[in-house]
Structures are given as C-alpha cells and as structure tokens.
C-alpha cells in the first residue's frame, strides 16, 4: 500500500529528530520544516498588504503588469486556489480605462467588473513608489482615482482596503479566500519634497486589517507545497554522518525515493 505524503513527512522527521537528545534541536527541527511551507517573503508585495508568516497555499497579489508580460489567462488566475488579487499599481487601471472597450484586453474587461470581488479573482488599485525618486506619476494616479471614484459616486472610505468587520480580530482561517476582505485601494505616496500620504493611516485603520496577500511567485498548492518538504527532508537525511545510518536510515530513504517515482520527481 502506497504511503501518504504526511506520512512519508512525519516519518522522515522522526527520524532526523532521533539522532537529536536535546529539546531545543528537536523543536528546531520540527520548526523549520514547518516554515517551508508556513512561511513566504514579501518579495512584490507592500510590506503593509503583506500577510507575514502566512501559509504558501493562501491568499496572494499579482501585479497585473506581471500577468501580461506572462500571457495569464483569466482561467489560469482562478487556479491560485486560496484566492488572487490582481494588483494594478498606479495608473495601470486607468491606461487601460481610457481605451475604447474594443482596444482593452480580453482579461481587462474582466477585471475592472472584479474590484474588491470575493471571487476566487479579485483586483484592487494600489498607488505606491515602484523605485522612482519622484512622486509625480502616484500623485498623478491619485487624481485618477479620485475622479473615478466622483464617477461611480463612492467614497475612499468605502473602498479601503481591509478584513471585514466581522473577522477583523480573528487569529485562524483569514489568510485563504477573498470573501474575507472589502474594498480595493490602498495608496502610499512619497518622495520629492512631499509629505509622505498614507490612505490607511490617515483612515486610521490598524495594520493588521490590511495584511491580507502573500506574493504570487511563492504560491504552492497543498500537495505541492508537501512535495518541497518532502525533497528537503530527503536531502537532509545525508546530512546524517555515515556510522550513523542505521537499516532504519536505509528504509526510510527507499521510502522517498520509491513516492519520488511515483511522481515522476527527480532527485
């Protein structure tokens, strides 16, 4: 009978902690293969949208010049299973708007009807430095937005970024899924001689409401995500000093290697 990727998991864990006594290494064990799926960077995510210490399979932010460059079709965005937001940063949606509907993308069209949606695949508006020392084109972008929020008669507190009320203090299950958030802007404007402007600040909503996406280039599924643990604990059994493999050493590599075949995963 074929072994699970779990078992396979705690089994190669228990036995890299065996050759441990002490308390501390086992913990340290524990944790760091953890972390490899538990954790990702921040990478193209603002640090004040970015969800820390966050689970691989979550929520994540695309930018949406990422998503042309990369030719991603709209059922390719639905396969980020915890839910995505496409990221148009500074007047990337307002270029596009301009356009007769004819001339806009196929994906376009599609996106600016999923601002703030709690579909698998939402879009949000975020002004921010993208590594200029001038503030001139965010500023610029600002004044888009503001005329086209006048045109769709909304308020920029209504359309905030942040958790909902209703789970705005909850510890566990916020990280997956875009019904779990409102909104769709966030500006953070700076440089020249300017005073830095904050949407959120100046709204006075707490950082942690806003920490909602894990970037999109560390996404992995469940399954996948396992699949890295499991390549790293393999690679970690040769750290174990040769005198020191035992015939249950042996066993439990064959184990990896034989489920590495079965998926045709190379080591």
Same mark, same amino acid.
């Given at each position: 009978?074929?072994?699970?990727? !779990?078992?396979?998991?705690?089994?190669?864990?228990?036995?890299?902690?065996?050759?441990?006594?002490?308390?501390?290494?086992?913990?340290?064990?524990?944790?760091?293969?953890?972390?490899?799926?538990?954790?990702?960077?921040? &990478? $193209?995510?603002?640090?004040?949208?970015?969800?820390? =210490?966050?689970?691989?399979?979550?929520?994540?932010? #695309?930018?949406?010049?990422?998503? /042309?460059?990369?030719?991603?079709? &709209?059922?390719?965005?639905?396969?980020? !299973?915890?839910?995505?937001?496409?990221?148009?940063?500074?007047?990337?949606?307002?270029?596009?708007?301009?356009? *007769?509907?004819?001339?806009?993308? +196929?994906?376009? =069209?599609?996106?600016?009807?999923?601002?703030?949606?709690?579909?698998?695949?939402?879009?949000?508006?975020?002004?921010?430095?993208? %590594?200029?020392?001038?503030?001139?084109?965010?500023?610029?972008?600002?004044?888009?937005?503001?005329?086209?929020?006048?045109?769709?008669?909304?308020?920029?507190? +209504?359309?905030?970024?942040?958790?909902?009320?209703?789970?705005?203090?909850?510890? =566990?299950?916020?990280?997956?899924?875009?019904?779990?958030?409102?909104?769709?802007?966030?500006?953070?404007?700076? %440089?020249?001689?300017?005073?830095?402007?904050? !949407?959120?600040?100046?709204? %006075?909503? *707490? !950082?942690? =409401?806003?920490?909602? $996406?894990? *970037?999109?280039? +560390?996404?992995?599924?469940?399954?996948?995500?396992?699949? /890295?643990?499991?390549?790293?604990?393999?690679?970690?059994?040769?750290?174990?000093?040769?005198?020191?493999?035992?015939?249950?050493? &042996?066993?439990? /590599?064959?184990?990896?290697?034989?489920? $590495?075949?079965?998926?045709? #995963?190379?080591?």
């Amino acid at each position: 009978m074929a072994i699970s990727q !779990s078992e396979l998991k705690s089994r190669g864990i228990n036995k890299l902690k065996s050759y441990f006594e002490d308390s501390v290494s086992i913990s340290a064990i524990n944790e760091k293969f953890k972390n490899i799926s538990g954790k990702t960077g921040g &990478y $193209f995510v603002p640090d004040t949208l970015f969800q820390k =210490r966050n689970s691989r399979k979550n929520r994540v932010l #695309i930018p949406y010049e990422h998503v /042309i460059k990369n030719n991603f079709t &709209y059922s390719m965005l639905e396969k980020f !299973s915890g839910g995505v937001a496409v990221e148009f940063v500074n007047n990337d949606f307002f270029n596009e708007l301009k356009k *007769p509907e004819g001339q806009q993308s +196929e994906l376009f =069209r599609i996106l600016k009807t999923r601002l703030g949606s709690d579909e698998i695949v939402s879009a949000i508006i975020d002004i921010r430095s993208t %590594g200029s020392s001038s503030s001139e084109t965010q500023r610029t972008a600002l004044e888009n937005l503001t005329k086209f929020l006048s045109f769709k008669n909304l308020t920029l507190n +209504e359309v905030l970024i942040k958790r909902k009320d209703h789970i705005k203090n909850r510890k =566990r299950g916020v990280g997956s899924g875009n019904e779990k958030w409102q909104g769709f802007v966030y500006y953070n404007i700076s %440089g020249g001689q300017h005073d830095v402007i904050d !949407s959120h600040v100046e709204a %006075g909503i *707490p !950082s942690n =409401r806003v920490q909602l $996406f894990n *970037p999109s280039v +560390e996404f992995a599924n469940e399954n996948t995500s396992l699949d /890295i643990t499991l390549v790293l604990i393999y690679f970690a059994f040769y750290s174990v000093q040769k005198e020191k493999r035992d015939e249950d050493w &042996y066993d439990v /590599i064959e184990s990896y290697k034989e489920y $590495f075949k079965q998926k045709n #995963i190379m080591v």
